[in-house]
């Protein structure tokens, strides 16, 4: 599929499969992610695996609806601040803005792959870094449920380009 066509068929599932990931789909999302562009290269982010089976009411303390849990897996990207490259105009610190990214194509391999996916960031941090175990300096950033879609693409709402686009200026 080229790209064109994979960001218009790309959209948030939100119903799941039981249906498990093949382990080489998972590879290639994960290398997608790994190949990510960040600020100078730092890769400043990590990417967490969670089978879902058995561990459904804990990481609905994350994110409450039924869906988050139906696939095989959830992926939770985090920046590592301390890794990352920081402007040194203003301390400005890229690493939540490089673990977008890697999420960005995260959901864009999954659909290549045929996968469904639902990028989060309306999750409760402090249950994320409870249940994940994360060190108070690592910043769960998003999350997405991976497997077969159970549900359908509806039409896409999206503004218009000219909305959104500024030509030289403001």
């Known amino acids: 599929m080229n790209f064109q066509a994979l960001i218009r068929a790309r959209y948030s599932a939100r119903a799941y499969k039981p249906d498990a990931v ?3 789909k998972l590879e290639r999302i994960l290398e997608a992610a790994r190949l990510a562009p960040t600020a100078a290269n730092r890769q400043a982010l990590r990417v967490i695996v969670i089978p879902t089976k058995g561990r459904e009411e804990e990481l609905r303390r994350i994110y ?3 869906w988050f849990v139906q696939a095989p897996l959830v992926l939770c990207v985090c ?3 301390a890794e990352s490259w920081v402007r040194k105009h203003d301390g400005w610190n890229a690493a939540e803005v ?3 990214i890697a999420m960005a194509h995260i959901v864009l391999a999954a659909a290549e ?3 469904a996916t639902c990028w989060i ?3 409760d941090p402090a249950a994320a870094r409870e249940v994940l175990g994360l060190p108070p300096d690592i910043i769960p950033s998003a999350f997405t ?3 077969y879609a159970a549900d ?3 039409p896409k709402k999206r503004r218009l380009l000219t909305d959104l686009v500024k030509r030289e200026r403001w």
Request: zero cysteines; glycine letters at 8%.
């Open 22 to 24: 093949e382990p080489d």
């Open 64 to 66: 409450v609806r039924d």
């Open 79 to 81: 920046a590592v601040p």
């Open 98 to 100: 490089d673990a977008t």
């Open 113 to 115: 792959e045929g996968l």
């Open 121 to 123: 960031a309306a999750f």
């Open 145 to 147: 449920p991976l497997g």
């Open 152 to 154: 359908a693409a509806t």
